[in-house]
């Protein structure tokens, strides 16, 4: 996948992930962006977790990527604690 490709696959994922978890996430297009990239990275984590095979650092397919954008909103929320969920 190229990266034209993976900013693609990282704005669709930080999109729906920003979609799904509640609340409102003051995020511009590069902050999306890099939500799904990152999201794409731990969905490829995660996916080796699972899955087996070498636990390494690579991107992963559009759901994983969804998935994993949505670990990681709910991570950085709960850490800055941006938002709470009643």
């Known amino acids: 996948m190229g990266i034209i490709g993976f900013i ?21 297009i ?3 962006i890099i939500l799904g990239m990152v999201g794409s990275f731990v969905g490829g984590f995660l996916g080796s977790l699972i899955f087996g095979g070498n ?7 559009i759901i994983g ?5 949505i ?10 604690g941006r938002k709470k969920v009643a």
């Open 55 to 61: 636990i390494d650092i690579s991107a992963s397919g």
């Open 8 to 28: 693609i696959v990282g704005l669709i994922a930080g999109f729906l992930a920003r979609a799904i978890v509640p609340g409102n996430d003051n995020m511009g």
């Open 30 to 32: 590069i902050a999306t």
């Open 65 to 69: 990527s969804i998935i994993g954008a």
């Open 71 to 80: 670990v990681a909103l709910l991570v950085y929320n709960a850490v800055t």
